[in-house]
């Protein structure tokens, strides 16, 4: 039988992660079987309470309230590789998702023998749906500038999309990865705080010779407004939006983009590089469409 170890970290969305729980209840696991962790990192508004109430097959773990994403999902990582999963599935807490969706992503990732990460295509969890992350075909990384398969936040049908793609990058919002890809990355790295991980591990995979795929059969459907503290496809006054840029916990902190640049792209250009990124964040703020 094959073992798939979910992890999900949770700050205060109570409801939301009930509903992702009972989601996962339903969940078709004909050929796999499920062990769910729920990492809650400092939450004040009775989460733990429901979890041990209602959701006795889940296994809470702790933190003190300064874990974080990053270092919620290693904690999560470490418990569960004492239950030797063959695979992790990352799940955000304020998804929706379809019963097969499980399913599609193992078959996919057993279809690359197990060499590769697939994500899942993610949509607004409202209509008229919107992609937020349909996949990067290619990165231009002395710029920064992903080019992506559509663009973000423009309107999608998800009927309309079938197929496994190669991507460039990653998120965590339903992604499996093989445990022994994950092992030999080391995890997350938490210098990346809040933001960041995610595209880091994917990054770091296809540096170290694995493949990363996007399935646009494994939709989930996301509370975009809940996403991305200081994003700049959220509409903020200019005052938040220049303190993000130096806030390590928001998704526009300039050094997690300067360290990645660093990283993965040409690093005789990085000077230009990192002046490349904060003018782009001036424009997104400015010109990009918001949510």
């Known amino acids: 039988m094959i073992k798939i170890a979910i992890i999900i970290p949770t700050f205060n969305r109570r409801k939301p992660l009930s509903h992702v729980l009972k989601q996962l209840q339903k969940i078709d696991d004909a050929g796999f079987q499920l062990s769910i962790f729920v990492v809650v990192d400092g939450s004040t508004d009775g989460t733990i309470e429901m979890l041990k109430g209602e959701f006795s097959n889940v296994i809470t773990i702790i933190g003190d309230g300064n874990w974080w994403y990053t270092k919620s999902m290693n904690e999560g990582f470490k418990l569960a590789q004492a239950h030797n999963p063959d695979y992790f599935l990352l799940l955000n807490d304020d998804m929706h998702f379809e019963t097969d969706f499980v399913a599609i992503l193992l078959k996919a990732a057993l279809e690359k023998n197990n060499n590769a990460i697939i994500t899942s295509i993610c949509f ?72 960041g991980s995610d595209l880091d591990l994917g990054f770091k995979a296809i540096k170290n010779g694995y493949e990363c795929y996007i399935s646009w059969d494994a939709k989930v459907f996301s509370m975009i407004e809940l996403t991305g503290k200081g994003a700049t496809f959220i509409k903020s006054d200019f005052s938040s939006f220049i303190k993000n840029m130096f806030n390590e916990h928001s998704m526009t902190y300039l050094p997690d983009a300067f360290r990645l640049v660093w990283r993965y792209g040409p690093r005789w ?21 918001k949510y």
């Open 269 to 289: 250009l990085f000077p230009l590089s990192c002046t490349i990124i904060v003018l782009g964040t001036f424009k997104s703020y400015f010109f990009n469409r």
């Open 124 to 195: 607004s969890d409202k209509a008229p749906f919107l992609l937020f992350n349909s996949g990067v075909k290619r990165i231009s990384w002395w710029r920064s500038k992903f080019f992506r398969y559509h663009l973000a936040l423009s309107k999608g049908s998800p009927k309309d999309f079938t197929g496994l793609v190669r991507t460039e990058a990653i998120t965590g919002r339903g992604t499996i990865i093989p445990s022994n890809i994950l092992y030999r990355l080391n995890m997350y790295d938490e210098k990346f705080v809040q933001y």
